[in-house]
């Protein structure tokens, strides 16, 4: 029941299929990524190259002044490997007027405004190359709520949340993304030192396993503990699938008519495409 | 059944435009026509792609849709199975599939088992089918079988019971749960319980064509299964419809 492994054969072939069909259905040809030098976007970038052909794929790098150089220098890696368009925006001028009225703002909230500063430039270059953004988030981190709202999360068009972080791993050296990237510790970078690893407090390999017995298998916590699963660990899991629903759904909205947005109102995303 | 040559148009129909679809079907019947071709199976709900949700209202038909014509007067050429949102009297909407022939609509199957489970939400749209029915056709006598319809064994008998010797069974399913094997989860479930129904009178219940099965085995003869049919061109869009038609390998009926 507990087997992770991907065909990577035909997921490449389906998310390939995906990405052209979904950004054509849109009316578009082209697609915008924000290259963060980690294995999400750099697996979202060589996914979008063969399904639309690396002239249609912009990169964008988007580096703060505290930024891990590592990361502007395997996002480039990624580049090069694929010949996509690629650019560079430092958002640190921003970021930090911002904060010049705020410089009391921890690590969370300053981290949330870079990921959001970086949305509204992925957006803005969506509106000036026609393209649509492409989703980085996998499953994991979705279902943890291991992003910012409206931040990194945002996007048109996520091929790869579906895909649990371990199995983005094994895609990702099946496409030949190079090993550095797919090997080295994950980082949401929006500090010094920072780990996704030792800020959620476990490691990829075991939240995957449980949340792949939780949510795919629809185990109940109680089966996981008896199968063996550290009951403290589930638990914590548990409480973070369900604390972050919010994130993972529109806003709710007060009804007061008779049909409403998203309740009664029920329309195809790609309605008229 | 005589030999005939039976075709699946593989296509991604755009999801709630049915005039655009028309010409979609207008292309593949052309195409089939072309090739000698003497039955085309379009996907479930082929004339407005599947995933239709609010639209469905909209999209409806009636039998006697002045919409159908094209299809009717091509029907002359290739026979087909058409999938489409029946609007019946009373409003009731079904998921249905039509079969043409020679001009005219011989058949409409309207989907009895409607499912409401995973990415599924039918029940809520669509209004349920009451019968399963063979009926007559040039190439022999069939049933229409929609998607979940064959999941349920009991359709699959009494549609044989009623003689038929073919079941035609179109259907808008994405491939899913995949892990390491190929193909699909849910592709390799459908290859089961199709043979399942195959052998039921195959070599293995001594069901063949020379052996001494009882002469009113309720079951068409041994299926042909043809993995093509649903994995020749995996497009990636959920509106992909797939049918494939399961065929009796025979060329006339069980003995």
């Not at chain 1, 560079?88 to 909230?109: C, E, K, L, S």
């Not at chain 2, 043409?100 to 749209?125: A, C, M, N, S, W």
């Not at chain 2, 649903?230 to 049918?243: F, L, M, T, Y």
Request: charged share 25%; with cysteine.
């Amino acid at each position: 029941m507990l087997d992770l492994r991907l065909n990577c054969d035909t997921a490449r072939r389906v998310l390939t299929g995906f990405i052209d069909n979904e950004v054509r259905k849109a009316g578009f040809e082209r697609v915008v990524v924000g290259l963060s030098g980690g294995v999400d976007s750099s697996l979202s970038a060589f996914l979008a190259a063969e399904a639309l052909g690396p002239g249609n794929v912009w990169g964008i790098l988007m580096p703060y002044r505290t930024s891990n150089p590592e990361s502007a220098a395997h996002a480039k890696l990624v580049v090069e490997a694929l010949g996509i368009h690629s650019l560079t925006v430092d958002i640190t001028p921003m970021v930090d007027a911002y904060f010049a009225t705020f410089p009391d703002a921890d690590q969370v909230r300053r981290g949330n405004k870079m990921a959001r500063e970086r949305m509204t430039i992925l957006f803005d270059h969506s509106a000036r190359l026609g393209g649509l953004v492409l989703g980085t988030s996998n499953k994991t981190e979705l279902l943890l709520g291991y992003g910012t709202l409206y931040g990194d999360m945002a996007s048109a068009v996520n091929p790869i949340g579906d895909l649990y972080k371990t199995q983005v791993r094994q895609l990702a050296r099946h496409l030949k993304v190079p090993t550095v990237i797919v090997e080295k510790q994950p980082s949401a970078d929006l500090w010094a030192g920072q780990t996704d690893e030792a800020e959620l407090g476990f490691t990829y390999e075991e939240v995957d396993r449980v949340l792949y017995l939780l949510v795919d298998q629809r185990y109940e916590v109680a089966d996981l503990i008896a199968e063996g699963f550290d009951e403290r660990f589930v638990r914590a899991v548990y409480h973070k699938v369900q604390a972050s629903q919010y994130k993972r759904r529109l806003p709710v909205i007060a009804k007061v008519s008779s049909r409403t947005i998203d309740r009664d109102f029920r329309y195809p995303r790609d309605w008229g495409r | 059944m005589r030999r005939s040559r039976v075709a699946v148009a593989q296509m991604a129909p755009i999801l709630g435009d049915v005039e655009k679809n028309l010409a979609l079907h207008e292309k593949a019947a052309r195409e089939a026509i072309s090739q000698s071709v003497n039955l085309l199976v379009f996907p479930e709900l082929s004339l407005t792609g599947y995933f239709l949700k609010d639209q469905v209202t909209s999209v409806a038909l009636m039998e006697q849709a002045p919409a159908l014509d094209v299809l009717r007067n091509l029907s002359h050429r290739v026979a087909m199975v058409v999938g489409f949102v029946e609007e019946a009297p009373g409003h009731r909407f079904h998921n249905a599939a039509a079969y043409l022939e020679g001009g005219e609509i011989r058949h409409i199957h309207r989907k009895v088992y409607l499912p409401t489970y995973g990415i599924f939400d039918e029940q809520r749209y669509l209004a349920a089918g009451a019968s399963i029915q063979a009926f007559d056709t040039a190439l022999g006598r069939m049933a229409i079988l929609i998607c979940e319809d064959l999941w349920h064994p009991a359709t699959a008998g009494i549609a044989a019971w009623d003689g038929a010797e073919i079941i035609l069974c179109p259907s808008a399913s994405p491939g899913r749960g995949l892990g390491q094997a190929e193909p699909f989860q849910n592709a390799s479930t459908w290859e089961r319980v199709i043979r399942a129904y195959g052998e039921r009178t195959g070599p293995a219940s001594g069901g063949g064509r020379r052996s001494s099965a009882p002469r009113d085995r309720p079951w068409p003869r041994q299926a042909t299964w043809r993995k093509s049919f649903w994995w020749s061109r995996w497009r990636g869009a959920p509106c992909v419809g797939r049918g494939w038609p399961i065929r009796s390998s025979g060329t006339s009926g069980w003995n």
